[in-house]
Nanobody, 121 residues
Framework: QVQLVESGGGLVQSGGSLRLSCAAS????????MGWYRQAPGKQRELVAF???????QYADSVKGRFTISRDNAKNTVNLQMNSLKPEDTAVYYC???????????????WGQGTQVTVSS
């Protein structure tokens, strides 16, 4: 079974920085993409940043220039460096991975349990 575990959330002041990390573990053939989503109270979950094995990365317009996503394929991890944080960035951040568990099978999306990020004014 695939597991995604996030870490690095916390409480910071406006303008501060945090680095989120997510590690995938379990039995799988390949991880084809990893990314971060977030969900604020009363809001739908939204894409923050996404990085495939090839092609361009994706960022939400609200975080462009402030957040940077990166992957370490050898360690099956994805990171999100968050700079110049704003109160509106406050949310639970979820790791997402597109994983093929066996060769010749379809890709499926997996989610971590989330990590809280709170930015004070």
């Amino acid at each position: 079974q695939v597991q995604l575990v996030e870490s690095g959330g916390g409480l910071v002041q406006s303008g501060g920085s945090l680095r989120l990390s997510c590690a995938a573990s379990g039995t799988f053939f390949s991880i084809n993409a990893m990314g971060w989503y977030r969900q604020a109270p009363g809001k739908q979950r939204e894409l923050v940043a996404f990085i495939p094995n090839s092609g361009s990365t994706q960022y939400a317009d609200s975080v462009k220039g402030r957040f940077t996503i990166s992957r370490d394929n050898a360690k099956n991890t994805v990171n999100l460096q968050m700079n110049s944080l704003k109160p509106e960035d406050t949310a639970v951040y979820y790791c997402n991975a597109i994983i093929r568990t066996l060769p010749w099978t379809t890709e499926l999306g997996y989610w971590g349990q989330g990590t809280q990020v709170t930015v004070s004014s």
